[in-house]
């Protein structure tokens, strides 16, 4: 009888309840903006038969980087997604726009067009607020058709899970957007600090310099003299080299300090570490200053970047020069932490059970508690105005905590200070050991040779080296030129060494080239920055090695006799 037949009342309750349970398997649970739409509004578009849906988005919901490029203000919208993408639609819509003034007064509404659509030309069937986060535009394949009441209710519902999940993804927008530009200050600070510690430095340095050129020019000037004895022509050499040695040195640690590379964690020893910062203070500090190390014995070894926690330890060393203007005593102390210090007065701040403690203290003036408890925010500074930023002692307490470590001060006014570093012990296992130096051995070899290098000592020094060393050398003073002699001689040379940093054409450049052209000859990077190019870059360019400058005349082989072995193993191979 009827009572056991569905009614059409009831096909209709038991349809809509189907269709709101499918269109809530389309509200996705991702964090990705564009998932989430492309799930549920093609659902949407799919079981509703509509022509198209368009989401627009308030403006101040957005991160900055995802804000139109056009002056806006926090309350209007922004168009983040539409389906189809063809569709032209305003990117824009004015805070008091018709269609969203209506929608925050009256919810839900049906419309064929005219001004009170976003996109009036469209024949817009629908238009829905997303709880303050925006608005939702559907539209109708059949014009003139407005949905009705029931079907907004319905609608409605499951939209209202929809703006939950697209709030959802902007706070997780404007999150990785305040994270990545909390990261990118970050680094900003950590290079400005390293600026000014360089900074500091350059009058010590200027003068170590000179007096390095002093003994460099003196001796460069004896040996041209055709009367100067064997014996003391080999005592000025000797001379020139050391100096350049020395010069080299001072030059590597400024590139350390400065670089901006991505920190590397490997075995670093802290005595290593400290006696690399006593040299380069020694060329600053006033010589009234006396500064004595208590290395620890047996080495110090901790888990970290070197150049990093040299940074750190020269601001110490630099603010302790600033607290004895008539001079005093700076103690660099190396030595193993008590368990009570690792893990008090801070209880968690270490995880490792064994500590490494690096004191720095100074006989200077002294802190306040009131300034002993600001020491270490960004910006804070005792000193006059024009002779520090207040950056040194915050990326310094950065760095011990990128390093997961603490660091203590002790002060009082007219009795010193004392800074505590605590770091943890590095452990043998799982540790990339630093890299072993170079040695000076001399290997001679035999082949032909392209140097290209602008500077023209530079590049006849190289090509003289080579010569010695046995390999017949040839020098090209630009990329152009150095482009033009591997066309002319094709497959003649048998390794090609390119400065990094030429006018016109980079050695970059030159290499692409040259690969471009089809020619696989084995190249050697040049560059005085340590560096020459990634290790991404170094394999797809086949580059054979790199040769930081200045180098010796026994590197300068080593890094030729390799690239040219790999040359004959490559051979080899392609034969087999």
Request: aromatic share 4%; proline share 6%; charged share 25%.
């Amino acid at each position: 009888s009827s009572g056991c037949c569905m009614t059409t009342e009831d096909s209709r309750a038991s349809a809509d309840i189907a269709l709101l349970f499918e269109l809530s398997l389309g509200v996705s649970q991702s964090l990705e903006l564009e998932t989430n739409c492309e799930r549920f509004l093609g659902r949407l578009i799919s079981r509703k038969n509509l022509s198209h849906a368009a989401l627009w988005v308030r403006c101040g919901a957005l991160p900055r980087e995802r804000r139109p490029p056009q002056p806006v203000e926090d309350e209007d919208l922004a168009l983040v997604y539409r389906v189809p993408r063809r569709l032209s639609l305003p990117t824009i819509l004015d805070a008091d726009h018709p269609a969203l003034r209506r929608a925050r007064s009256e919810g839900p509404f049906s419309v064929l067009g005219g001004p009170q659509a976003p996109s009036a030309a469209l024949g817009v069937r629908a238009v829905f607020p997303l709880g303050g986060i925006g608005l939702l535009e559907l539209g109708s394949l059949a014009r003139g058709e407005p949905m009705p009441a029931r079907e907004l209710g319905q609608l409605a519902t499951v939209i209202g899970g929809f703006a939950v999940s697209v709030k959802g993804c902007l706070d997780h927008l404007r999150m990785v957007s305040e994270m990545t530009a909390r990261k990118q200050l970050d680094e900003q600070l950590r290079h400005a600090q390293k600026m000014e510690a360089v900074g500091q430095l350059a009058g010590g340095i200027a003068h170590d310099f000179n007096n390095l050129l002093v003994g460099i020019l003196g001796a460069a000037e004896l040996l041209q003299r055709e009367d100067v004895p064997t014996a003391e022509r080999r005592e000025l050499a000797g001379i020139v080299l050391d100096a350049s040695q020395r010069a080299a040195d001072l030059t590597r640690q400024l590139l350390a300090f400065s670089r901006r590379e991505a920190p590397a964690r490997r075995r670093v020893d802290l005595g290593e570490v400290v006696a690399e910062v006593v040299r380069l203070l020694e060329r600053t500090v006033d010589p009234k200053v006396r500064i004595d190390v208590e290395p620890l014995a047996g080495g110090a070894p901790v888990l970290g970047d070197a150049s990093e926690l040299q940074n750190a330890l020269l601001n110490l060393g630099l603010n302790a020069r600033d607290a004895m203007p008539q001079g005093g005593r700076l103690v660099f102390r190396v030595r193993r932490a008590t368990p009570q210090e690792a893990h008090g007065p801070d209880p968690g701040a270490l995880s490792h059970p064994e500590a490494l403690a690096i004191e720095v203290e100074d006989s200077g003036v002294g802190m306040t508690e009131q300034v002993r408890s600001r020491v270490f925010e960004p910006f804070f500074t005792t000193k006059p105005f024009g002779h520090g930023t207040g950056l040194g002692l915050a990326a310094v307490y950065g760095t011990v905590k990128r390093h997961g470590g603490t660091i203590r001060v002790e002060s009082e006014p007219g009795q010193g200070s004392r800074f505590t570093l605590l770091l943890p012990l590095a452990t043998q296992a799982g540790l990339e050991a630093s890299p072993a130096a170079p040695s000076d051995d001399v290997l001679g070899g035999r082949g032909r040779v392209l140097v290209v290098d602008d500077e023209e000592a530079v590049g006849e020094m190289c090509v003289l080296m080579l010569e010695s060393l046995g390999y017949e050398a040839h020098l090209a003073r630009s990329g152009a030129e150095g482009l033009e002699a591997c066309d002319a001689e094709e497959t003649a040379f048998d390794l090609v060494i390119l400065d990094m940093l030429m006018p016109g054409m980079s050695g970059v450049t030159v290499l692409e080239e040259l690969r471009a052209r089809g020619s696989s000859v084995p190249v050697v990077m040049c560059s005085g920055f340590g560096h020459a190019v990634d290790e991404r870059r170094v394999h797809e360019l086949g580059i054979r090695g790199t040769l930081p400058k200045p180098f010796t005349r026994g590197r300068l082989s080593q890094v030729v006799a390799h690239a040219l072995q790999g040359r004959a193993a490559h051979t080899n191979d392609a034969q087999r």
